[in-house]
Structures are given as C-alpha cells and as structure tokens.
C-alpha cells in the first residue's frame, strides 16, 4: 500500500533538547511539507520541498530544520531554540503541481 | 489581513439530516478551494475540490459549493451519518501562493444516531 508514515507517534523532549520527526512516503510525490497544527488554529506551515536537495521555509520555520537528501524521506528537527515546541506535527506530500495533500498519520511532540 | 475561517462552534446535527459547514476567506483570490476530514489524532484526508471558475461540486452524499463574490464555500453532507462525525477543514491555494495551501481551523461535526 501506498501511503506516508510518520514516526515516532507520540514524542517526549525535555527542554533544551533537538528532536528529529521521520516522515517517509512511497507514493513517488515529489513535494513534500511539514505542519504543525494547534488546538483551534489551522494548520501552519513550517518547511516544504519541492526536490530532491532543495527545500524552502514556511510561514513558522524559526527553530526548525530539516534536509531532503532523498525523495522518499523528509525529516524535521525541532530544536531547542523552537520556544513552544508541543504541538501535533503532520506531514504531507503532493504531486508536484497537484492539488491533493496526502497527510501522514502525525506525530505529537511534547515537551517536559 | 488575510483570514481564512470557519465556524469555532462545534456543529450538532441528527442522523438523517443535511449538515452544512461554512468556510469564508478575505483578502485572498483563492486558485481553488479544499475540504478534508480529519478525525482525532489523525492526519486529514482530502475530500473534495472546487476550482475558482467551478459554482458546485458533488460526490456521493458529498457536495461544495463557491462563491466568489460572496468569498465563501459551503459544504454539505447528505444524509448524514454517525460516521460522518469528524473535524472538517477548509483549504485555499492562492493565486499568488505557489505551493502553499491556507488551511482553516476546522469545524467539528458531531452526528448523533
């Protein structure tokens, strides 16, 4: 089956320590985008990639990274610089130029 | 400023009923819109698109509609069913916005049998 995964489901960080989330997808996409969703806000937008070695931030990238070393894998690292890390991290991917996000099943991060 | 919302109050119908959601946007020339569904502690799942050019869009019990003078989508579920209970959000992808998509807060449905 075709799908994304992401790992672990459930996160916990102690303040002051970075975070790697996995986001794997076999659906061949070639963008991919990472979320952070907040009770009663929309999701918000935090790093894309539309390649392979190339990735652009969103609209709440500081105290966040991430890398695209390949087309399947899209790992975000929450740092400790990120100042209210505890949310519920998706991650999704198109087609390049499509219009259909696929979502992955989320990650929810928190912070001790 | 450029707002996309939806309705904060969760929405309560009866088993058999037509629900309806609402999604408004200002300040934005939307490309097309989007509802997903997203159950608790799930990723969305898309539904259904409805382009800027497009009045109304159906599928199954399913059904969108736009209006770009009014700067709102309706969406409505047809006889509706326990299963349906879920939070459904409204999506844009702006003219200007290249990749992005503009995602609302969601409203939840709650069906009762």
């Known amino acids: 089956d075709g799908g994304i995964t992401q790992s672990p489901k459930y996160l916990f960080r102690k303040e002051g320590q970075n975070v790697t989330l996995s986001c794997e997808q076999n659906l061949n996409h070639d963008a991919m985008y990472w979320y952070r969703q907040d009770p009663g806000q929309g999701l918000r937008l935090i790093y894309y990639?539309?390649?392979?070695?190339?990735?652009q931030k969103g609209d709440i990238a500081e105290g966040y990274s991430v890398s695209r070393e390949k087309k399947e894998s899209f790992p975000l690292t929450v740092t400790s610089a990120q100042k209210n890390p505890t949310a519920f991290y998706l991650c999704a991917s198109t087609v390049t130029g499509g219009n259909e996000q696929f979502f992955g099943p989320g990650t929810r991060l928190t912070v001790l | 400023s450029q707002k996309i919302e939806q309705n904060s109050e969760a929405l309560n119908i009866q088993e058999g009923k037509t629900a309806t959601l609402t999604c408004n946007y200002t300040?934005?020339?939307?490309?097309?819109l989007q509802w997903y569904r997203q159950d608790p502690g799930r990723g969305p799942v898309f539904l259904l698109l409805?382009?800027?050019?497009?009045k109304e869009k159906r599928k199954e019990r399913l059904k969108v509609t736009f209006d770009t003078t009014l700067k709102q989508s309706l969406f409505h579920i047809t006889a509706s069913q326990p299963a349906d209970s879920a939070t459904y959000l409204c999506a844009l992808v702006p003219y200007t916005g290249g990749f992005k998509t503009i995602f609302g807060a969601g409203t939840r449905l709650f069906v009762k049998a």
């Open positions: 409805i382009r800027e050019n497009e």
């Open positions: 300040n934005y020339s939307p490309a097309y």
């Open positions: 990639s539309q390649i392979v070695n190339d990735f």
